[in-house]
């Protein structure tokens, strides 16, 4: 069964981590959480993906303020300050020994509340913050058949609905596309406007290569993605021509290339969308040129750019 972007071999390492619950070191199964915190509960919390490369993480000031930006969008204090929070990421990594080929899967909820129900007020005590490192690397097959991707009906929501910028714990939206796509026998789905433009996957976001310059959403309806920005930031400095606009599915089944991107996998080639096969790709390896070369310069990237706080 197609598993995606996030697919992964299991590593056994994994079964002997010890995951960061409020500070605190647990063994895997004893990792828990109260059934009365927010995260449970109501969804109530911000997360993100965390990338270790050579013993430092990638983007990691990026990944920290889009973190900040998000818990106060939801008017939620994380109690720590962005450096202390760094600590205790690298404290959890050190414990475990973890220097590379290492995903974080980094979780703050408003907290316990003292009954289930929505109201922020009912939160007592501080947040949960919740650290989980694991040795995961991408499937290489991934990038040699390419990734079939199925558009949903079901659509990103406006602002003023639920905020898609917001990297929050209710991604309800997101697992019925994902459930959609998988259904259809797809990688991961990809999602439209409510006005019926791109705007990006359940999981990743969507690039396409036309005549040699490259487009993506204009990102009103999807997250801030890491991995998106730093693409967009590379196509300036390789003198890529890009573009952040609104366009339709017309346009993507007669792209050259498309490529998806993530924390997890960095980039990633599709082969096909809604059963039409995306330019014609070399055959041993579905990846076009574009995509290649920005694949190989974020590589580059996150290895420059993965630092250990001091």
């Given at each position: 069964?197609?598993?995606?972007?996030?697919?992964?071999s299991?590593?056994?390492?994994?079964?002997?981590?010890?995951?960061?619950?409020?500070?605190?070191?647990?063994?895997?199964?004893?990792?828990?959480?109260?059934?009365?915190?927010?995260?449970?509960?109501?969804?109530?919390?911000?997360?993100?993906?965390?990338?270790?490369?050579?013993?430092?993480?990638?983007?990691?000031?990026?990944?920290?303020?889009?973190?900040?930006?998000?818990?106060?969008?939801?008017?939620?204090?994380?109690?720590?300050?962005?450096?202390?929070?760094?600590?205790?990421?690298?404290?959890?990594?050190?414990?475990?020994?973890?220097?590379?080929?290492?995903?974080?899967?980094?979780?703050?909820?408003?907290?316990?509340?003292?009954?289930?129900?929505?109201?922020?007020?009912?939160?007592?005590?501080?947040?949960?913050?919740?650290?989980?490192p694991?040795?995961?690397?991408?499937?290489?097959?991934l990038?040699?058949?390419?990734?079939?991707?199925?558009?949903?009906?079901?659509?990103?929501?406006?602002?003023?609905?639920?905020?898609?910028k917001?990297?929050?714990?209710?991604?309800?939206?997101?697992?019925?596309?994902?459930?959609?796509?998988?259904?259809?026998?797809?990688?991961?789905?990809?999602?439209?406007?409510?006005?019926?433009?791109?705007?990006?996957?359940?999981?990743?976001?969507?690039?396409?290569?036309?005549?040699?310059?490259?487009?993506?959403?204009?990102?009103?309806?999807?997250?801030?993605?890491?991995?998106?920005?730093?693409?967009?930031?590379?196509?300036?400095?390789?003198?890529?021509?890009?573009?952040?606009?609104?366009?339709s599915?017309?346009?993507?089944?007669?792209?050259?290339?498309?490529?998806?991107?993530?924390?997890?996998?960095?980039?990633?080639?599709?082969?096909?969308?809604?059963?039409?096969?995306?330019?014609?790709?070399?055959?041993?390896?579905?990846?076009?040129?574009?995509t290649?070369?920005?694949?190989?310069?974020?590589?580059?990237?996150?290895?420059r750019?993965?630092?250990?706080?001091?």
């Amino acid at each position: 069964m197609a598993q995606g972007t996030h697919d992964f071999s299991d590593d056994p390492r994994n079964a002997h981590i010890q995951i960061s619950v409020n500070g605190e070191l647990k063994p895997r199964a004893n990792a828990v959480v109260s059934v009365f915190d927010s995260g449970f509960v109501l969804g109530d919390g911000v997360w993100e993906g965390l990338r270790v490369v050579n013993g430092g993480i990638a983007f990691l000031d990026q990944h920290l303020k889009r973190l900040y930006e998000g818990a106060k969008a939801i008017d939620m204090e994380i109690g720590l300050t962005r450096e202390a929070l760094a600590t205790r990421i690298f404290d959890c990594l050190d414990a475990n020994e973890m220097t590379d080929g290492v995903h974080v899967r980094l979780m703050v909820t408003r907290g316990v509340k003292r009954t289930p129900y929505q109201d922020p007020r009912m939160t007592i005590g501080e947040p949960t913050i919740v650290i989980i490192p694991e040795y995961k690397s991408p499937m290489p097959q991934l990038a040699k058949r390419g990734l079939k991707l199925f558009t949903t009906h079901v659509r990103r929501t406006a602002p003023d609905m639920q905020d898609q910028k917001l990297n929050s714990h209710s991604k309800l939206n997101c697992i019925l596309a994902c459930i959609q796509a998988t259904k259809a026998g797809a990688d991961e789905a990809l999602m439209l406007d409510p006005d019926g433009a791109v705007a990006t996957c359940n999981s990743t976001h969507f690039f396409i290569v036309r005549d040699g310059e490259v487009w993506t959403s204009d990102g009103l309806y999807c997250l801030g993605g890491i991995t998106r920005g730093n693409v967009i930031r590379l196509c300036g400095e390789q003198g890529i021509p890009v573009k952040e606009k609104r366009f339709s599915l017309t346009d993507v089944y007669g792209a050259d290339e498309a490529f998806v991107t993530g924390t997890f996998a960095g980039l990633s080639p599709v082969h096909d969308v809604d059963g039409r096969v995306i330019g014609v790709p070399p055959t041993d390896e579905r990846a076009g040129p574009v995509t290649r070369r920005l694949r190989e310069a974020y590589k580059e990237l996150a290895r420059r750019e993965s630092v250990r706080p001091a």
